[in-house]
C-alpha cells in the first residue's frame, strides 16, 4: 500500500508561487498604495505625506477625465471586436479542412510580432499616402482618411491594430471546442439541428465558462496592456482621443515626476477594470449564461 500523501507536500509545491505572489503582486500594491497619498517624484529619497491632497487634485483633473472617456470608449469597442474576432475563428478553424494548419498559423503569427515592431507595421497600413489600407479604400472610390490625425478615426486605428494579435484566445477556443464531445453533434443533427441550431443550442452554452473567461481577461488586457500601441501609433494624440490610462500614467511618472499622483491613478485604473469585471460576472450570473 502506498502511504498517505502529507498536506505538507501540497503547501510546499504552492509556495515558490506563493512567494513570487507577494513578492511581485502584494507587495507593490502596498507600496503603490502608500506612495499614492505622498509627494513622491521618484527622485526623492524622503517623500512626505500629504494626505488626501493627490485626491483633491484628481478630482480636479480634465486631463484625467478625457482619458478616462479614451480608455472606456477604447474598451467598449475593442473588446468585442477582439472578443468575435478571436471565437468566430477558433470554432471556423477547429474543424479539419484543407490548409487550415496554415490559416491557424496565420491567425496566431501576429501575436509572436513584438508589440512595438507590429504598432510600427501599423503606422505604415494607416498612412494617409501610401498606406495599404487607403489604397484598398481607393478600390472602391473612397478617398480613404488621415487616420491618426483624427481623433475617432485614430481610436479605429489602435483597434484594428489590436485586432490582430489574439493568438492566445483563439488558442484557447480552438483546444476547447475540440474537447468537444462528437457524438453530441451526430444526435444532433440526426434531430435535425443545423449547424447554426448546433452552434446555438450546444456549442456556445458548453463553451460558456471559456468564453466568460476570455471576456475577463480580454477586458483587464485591453484595458491595462494599450500602452504600447497608443504611445507608438499617436502618443495620446489627436486631442488626447488615445490618451488612454496606462499612457496617461506614463506621462505623470515620467515625463512630469508624479510618481505620486501616478499611484493614485494606477489604483484608479485597477478599481474602474474591477468594476467592469464586476459588472460583467454580475450580468452572467442573471443570464444563467453559465447553467
Known amino acids: 500500500m502506498s502511504r498517505p500523501r502529507s ?17 511581485l503582486v502584494a507587495v507593490p500594491v502596498l507600496l503603490n498604495v502608500g506612495y499614492a497619498f505622498t509627494d513622491h517624484t521618484g527622485l526623492t529619497r524622503d517623500p512626505q505625506f500629504v494626505g488626501l491632497a493627490n485626491v483633491r487634485r484628481l478630482l480636479d483633473d480634465r486631463f484625467l477625465l478625457d482619458s478616462l472617456e479614451a480608455s472606456l470608449f477604447h474598451v467598449a469597442l475593442a473588446v468585442p471586436v477582439r472578443f468575435l474576432a478571436a471565437v468566430g475563428l477558433g470554432l471556423l478553424l477547429a474543424a479539419p479542412r484543407p490548409g487550415g494548419r496554415w490559416f491557424r498559423t496565420a491567425v496566431y503569427l501576429p501575436t509572436v510580432i513584438p508589440d512595438v515592431a507590429l504598432a510600427v507595421l501599423f503606422l505604415w497600413v494607416l498612412n494617409p499616402l501610401y498606406g495599404p489600407l487607403n489604397q484598398f479604400l481607393g478600390l472602391f472610390g473612397h478617398a480613404g482618411y488621415n487616420w491618426l490625425a483624427d481623433p475617432t478615426t485614430a481610436r479605429i486605428g489602435v483597434v484594428l491594430m489590436l485586432a490582430f494579435p489574439i493568438g492566445e484566445g483563439f488558442i484557447v477556443v480552438l483546444a ?28 456556445l452554452p458548453l463553451l460558456a465558462p471559456v468564453l ?80
Open 7 to 23: 498536506p505538507l507536500t501540497g503547501w510546499a509545491f504552492l509556495a515558490p508561487y506563493a512567494i513570487a505572489v507577494a513578492v
Open 176 to 203: 476547447a471546442r475540440r474537447l468537444l464531445d462528437g457524438r453530441l453533434y451526430e444526435a444532433a443533427a440526426l434531430e435535425g439541428c443545423g449547424p447554426f441550431g448546433q452552434l446555438r443550442r450546444l456549442t
Open 212 to 291: 466568460v473567461l476570455l471576456a475577463v481577461r480580454d477586458i483587464i488586457l485591453t484595458l491595462q496592456v494599450n500602452f504600447v500601441p497608443a504611445y507608438v501609433l499617436t502618443d495620446g494624440r489627436p486631442a488626447n482621443a488615445t490618451l488612454y490610462l496606462p499612457v496617461y500614467i506614463f506621462d505623470q511618472v515620467f515625463e512630469f515626476s508624479g510618481f505620486a499622483y501616478g499611484s493614485l491613478v494606477t489604483i484608479l485604473l485597477m478599481l474602474i477594470t474591477a468594476v467592469i469585471i464586476t459588472g460583467l460576472l454580475i450580468a452572467v450570473r442573471r443570464w444563467r449564461v453559465l447553467r
